[in-house]
């Protein structure tokens, strides 16, 4: 095991934060678009959603260095893919990269930091 690397612990911090993401998306998409911003924070949770559903499980959570080469690859190639419930491709497409960039930058930090 990695010094200070806890697989068991960013695995449950990932299932943790997709079921919250998907319970945003789920009571955002009931209670209607009725502000201005609606599509974009709509698409927001979707890609919170998807990315940590991904993320939750996977053989990438065994090190660090494995779970930031999947979210580079993520990253690079654009995953997960635009969904067909995204209101505006181009929106979450920004929100994917800016989440996947803000976790690579959050698992690449000293895990004092990090933590």
């Keep these: 095991m990695e010094s200070g690397y806890d697989r068991e612990q960013v ?3 990932l ?3 997709a079921e ?3 319970w945003f998306y789920r009571s955002h998409v009931q209670a209607g678009l009725k502000d201005t911003n ?3 924070k709509r698409d927001e949770l979707l890609v919170r959603m998807l990315v940590y ?3 939750q499980a996977g053989d990438f959570l065994a090190t660090k260095d494995a779970l930031l080469s ?3 690859w993520m990253l690079k190639n654009e995953r997960p893919l635009v969904p067909r419930g995204a209101l505006d491709p181009a929106m979450f497409a920004r929100h994917r990269a800016k989440l996947l960039q803000m976790l690579v930058q959050r ?3 000293p895990l004092s930091a990090a933590g």
Excluded: I
Aim: glycine share 0%; charged share 35%; aromatic share 4%.
């Design 107 to 109: 698992f690449e930090a």
């Design 20 to 22: 919250l993401a998907e």
């Design 70 to 72: 999947e979210l580079r």
């Design 53 to 55: 559903k991904h993320l």
């Design 38 to 40: 609606a599509a974009s």
């Design 11 to 13: 695995a449950q911090s």
């Design 15 to 17: 299932k943790e934060s």
